[in-house]
């Protein structure tokens, strides 16, 4: 009788160590599985930011010469300005995401509650007000600019 009881309980405490052994093991697996997917998450809400704000310095809102040729890298300030919070998502690509976009520390539009993950993009870009003249080009680069370089930070939350 003694000899069953002793086996009864290696058995039984060999199975509550198996037991935690495989809880620990599903746990680290879940763990590990979870970090994986939100560092995924995270690489894409960085590629969607990106890709925001080529689209922004390039598209749209992007200064044009008299032949209607976008400056790349540039920003059309009155065109920015006539657009909402709506047309800017909708252009870049980021309708379903909160963002803010501020211009040399003056914030245009702003939808972010910090409660998610941020992507903040700055650069310095160059402004105009109006369709860009050949002869203003050439100015510039002869060191006559009429552009004004500002700097831009585009936040995207996630």
């Known amino acids: 009788m003694n000899k069953g009881q002793i086996f009864s309980l290696d058995f039984l405490l ?5 037991i935690i052994f ?6 680290a697996f879940e763990t590990r599985t979870y970090l994986i997917k ?10 969607n930011s990106n890709s925001a704000f080529i689209a922004l310095t390039n598209g749209i809102y992007s200064c044009k010469t008299e032949n209607y040729i976008s400056l790349p890298f ?3 300030e009155t065109v920015l300005n006539s657009k909402n919070i709506g047309e800017l998502k909708a252009s870049i690509g980021l ?10 520390g003056t914030k245009v539009f702003d939808e972010i509650n910090q409660k998610e993950t941020i992507i903040a993009i ?10 860009i003249e050949l002869k203003d ?9 009429i552009f004004e370089k500002k700097k831009i930070i585009l936040m995207v939350e996630k």
Do not use: H, P, R
Request: proline share 0%; aromatic share 2%.
């Open 122 to 131: 700055e650069n310095e870009v160059l402004f105009c007000n109006n369709i």
């Open 74 to 76: 540039t920003i059309n």
């Open 137 to 145: 080009l050439e100015d510039c680069l002869n060191g006559n600019c």
């Open 95 to 104: 309708q379903d995401k909160n963002i803010s976009l501020e211009i040399n």
């Open 14 to 18: 060999a199975t509550i160590i198996m």
């Open 22 to 27: 495989i809880g620990t093991t599903i746990n």
């Open 38 to 47: 939100e560092e995924i998450n995270s690489d894409i809400l960085i590629q």
